[in-house]
Structures are given as structure tokens and as C-alpha cells.
């Protein structure tokens, strides 16, 4: 294998079983109560670990999870409090459009109870680093436009996007279909609450799916440090 070891667990790559796990966490997280349950497992350290993943489609979808969790305050306040700023920030200047806008969706969210002169500092962070080739403009507030649809989707998504292509057919294919979960995700069906709660386990020490990740740089704003 030329030097790299690769987990199969069934035959399946490991990194596919993260990925499917935490889209379908994604998907699921667009319900306020499924949202709930979520963070109560204590998944959010998890999520931030996974940020650092070198796999761009694991990079979208603990990305995307975020982006739904911090939906809360609590949450939101979660994502911060592990750490999450730096590998996001990081994530803005991905190739990866969709991984892009949803660190800048995260990051967006995460500031909304900061102090005004903090959220147009973060306006032209998330301006100059994500929209380079559509500029766009503050509204009254200051606060940069970025339109968090109903759905949750940040602004930018497209169904046809290739960055939302499924990893079924591999990741090194540049023409895949879309991700079966996307459809449903797109096709306006959300969960509901009627998921138990009782029995379910805490995810927060589930290391053995992140093993093999780089450790972050927590080097990586230090403007955001000055106000945090």
C-alpha cells in the first residue's frame, strides 16, 4: 500500500463510515430536538477533531454538523469554547467551496453575540477569504450578508456542486453523482423528534475514528484572540 495503512471495517474504509456516520448526523441536525440529542452525547469535541482531517469530504460534513449545531447558543458556545476558530478559519481558504462555506457559516453563527466592532472585523475576514470572486457587501447592521436559508444551508450551495458529490464511487473521481444523503437532505424531509433518548452513548471519547489525524495550529488567527 505503499507505506499508508488503510482500516477497513467490513471491507469499508474506515474514513467512508466517518464520513457516512457524521453526514447522516448532519442531516439529522436540522431538527431542533435532533439537535438536542446530538449535542447531549457530547459529540461536538468529536466534530472540532475532525475538522483537521485531511479527507475533504470528512472536512464538509463535521463542517456541515457544526454549522446546524451552532444553530444554538449553547452549542455555538461549545464549538468556541473546543477550539473550533482556528481549524475553521483554516477551512475558509479551502479549494473545497463547500467546505469553505460552512466554516464561514460556523464562524458566522459563532459571532453573533460578539461585540459589533468583532463581527465587521469577521465581515472581512469571511469577505476576503470566501467570496474572492463575488464580493459581497455588509447590510445596515454591518454584519456580513450571509443568508442562512431555511434549510441551514449557508449561502453558495448548489445542488450541483462538485464538492457535494458522493464518496461511493471513490475520492479520487472528479465525476461522481451526488451524495444520496444530499438528495434526501435537498428533498425537504426532516427528521423527527420521535428518536429515543434513553441508552444512547456518549461519542465524546470515540478516538479510535479520528486516530491518524494531524494535531491543528492553534497558531492560525491571532486577531481572533484579541477579542476572545
Not at 449545531?69 to 481549524?87: F, M, R, V, Y
Request: hydrophobic share 35%; charged share 25%; with cysteine.
Amino acid at each position: 500500500m505503499g507505506g499508508t495503512q488503510q482500516q477497513f471495517v467490513e471491507g469499508v474504509r474506515m474514513e467512508e463510515i466517518v464520513e457516512g456516520c457524521t453526514g447522516a448526523l448532519h442531516i439529522l441536525a436540522r431538527d431542533v430536538h435532533n439537535r438536542i440529542v446530538i449535542r447531549g452525547l457530547n459529540t461536538i469535541p468529536l466534530f472540532v477533531q475532525l475538522l483537521y482531517s485531511p479527507i475533504e469530504n470528512i472536512q464538509r460534513v463535521a463542517a456541515g454538523v457544526l454549522c446546524e449545531l451552532a444553530q444554538d447558543k449553547e452549542a455555538a458556545e461549545a464549538i468556541e469554547a473546543e477550539g473550533a476558530t482556528a481549524p475553521l478559519t483554516e477551512l475558509l481558504h479551502s479549494r473545497n467551496e463547500g467546505v469553505a462555506t460552512y466554516a464561514a457559516a460556523v464562524l458566522f453563527r459563532m459571532s453573533e453575540d460578539k461585540p459589533q466592532d468583532y463581527k465587521k472585523r469577521l465581515s472581512v475576514e469571511l469577505t476576503s477569504s470566501l467570496f474572492r470572486t463575488e464580493p459581497m457587501t455588509w447590510n445596515e447592521t454591518g454584519d456580513l450578508g450571509l443568508d442562512i436559508g431555511a434549510q441551514g444551508e449557508p449561502l453558495g450551495y448548489r445542488p450541483d456542486d462538485p464538492s457535494y458529490r458522493s464518496f461511493h464511487s471513490g475520492y479520487g473521481q472528479d465525476t461522481m453523482g451526488m451524495d444520496p444523503m444530499m438528495e434526501h437532505d435537498m428533498g425537504g424531509h426532516h427528521p423527527g423528534a420521535e428518536y429515543p433518548v434513553d441508552g444512547l452513548p456518549d461519542l465524546g471519547h470515540a478516538q479510535d475514528l479520528i486516530d491518524g489525524l494531524p494535531p491543528g495550529d492553534s497558531n492560525q488567527l491571532a486577531w481572533f484572540d484579541t477579542d476572545l
